[in-house]
């Protein structure tokens, strides 16, 4: 049986790709904003939520209610920059937040 969180366990993978590569990319960098710390986050939450996604578990809209969250601030936070990761880390923020905000939708029936 496949899952119906395919969509949202990719573009978990793809965002803590992008966030790595992001974090490496501005290490040393001078930030005004909160890049590359939204990064280390967004890839613990990221992760986190993959987790829970993968095992089916009960608790996978919470973990994706969060991960969403992290996802928007990062993305916002990324944005402000003009490099090239920064943008990619950005897009795969908000595609991420995108698809745990479908995964909370699946559940907002149930109490």
Same mark, same amino acid.
């Given at each position: ?8 366990? /990719?573009? @978990?993978?793809? =965002?803590?790709?992008? #966030? $790595?590569? +992001?974090?490496? %990319? ?5 930030? &005004? ?28 809209? /919470?973990? @994706?209610?969060? =991960?969403?969250?992290? #996802? $928007?601030? +990062?993305?916002? %936070? ?5 490099? &090239? ?27």
């Amino acid at each position: 049986m496949e899952s119906p969180y395919l969509d949202c366990i /990719e573009a @978990c993978r793809k =965002c803590i790709a992008d #966030c $790595q590569y +992001c974090l490496i %990319q501005m290490s040393g960098r001078e930030s &005004k904003n909160d890049c590359p710390l939204c990064c280390i986050l967004c890839i613990e939450s990221c992760s986190a939520a993959l987790q829970f996604l993968t095992a089916d578990s009960q608790y996978a809209k /919470e973990y @994706c209610s969060i =991960c969403a969250k992290v #996802c $928007q601030w +990062c993305a916002e %936070q990324c944005a402000q920059h003009d490099h &090239k990761h920064c943008e990619d880390c950005a897009n795969s923020c908000v595609k991420c937040m995108e698809e745990c905000q479908k995964v909370v939708m699946m559940f907002s029936d149930e109490i």
